[in-house]
């Protein structure tokens, strides 16, 4: 298994700002796209930004200019940078990572437990 350890959610004023982690560790051979979901009560899991092992980014129109990806390959770790806040942002945010363990046949997504942000108007 690969084991994601997350950190970093709070709870913070509407245009505050925070910054979460994610380190993967478990005999892992190579991770293709790490990035972070997020699940809003009474909502579906959404994408919130991945970013692939060549730092190619994706985000979702709603954080664009807000939120910032990146990651570590050496330390196998992402962050996301969180700027400007809203209530609309107050979530569970799940790190997910594809990796591909030491003698394994493939890649597999790997999730992590969540960590709960929470932005107060």
């Known amino acids: 298994q690969v084991q994601l350890v997350e950190s970093g959610g709070d709870l913070v004023q509407t245009g505050g700002s925070l910054r979460l982690s994610c380190a993967a560790s478990?005999?892992?051979?190579?991770?293709?796209?790490m990035g972070w979901y997020r699940q809003a009560p009474g909502k579906e899991r959404e994408l919130v930004a991945t970013i692939t092992k060549d730092l190619i980014t994706v985000y979702a129109e709603t954080v664009k200019g807000r939120f910032t990806i990146s990651r570590d390959n050496a330390k196998n770790t992402v962050h996301l940078q969180m700027l400007s806040l809203k209530p609309e942002d107050t979530a569970v945010y799940y790190c997910?990572?594809?990796?591909?363990?030491?003698?394994?046949?493939?890649?597999?997504?790997?999730w992590g437990q969540g960590t709960q942000v929470t932005v107060s108007s």
């Open positions: 478990g005999r892992i051979f190579s991770i293709d796209t």
């Open positions: 997910n990572v594809r990796a591909t363990r030491f003698f394994s046949t493939g890649p597999l997504n790997y």
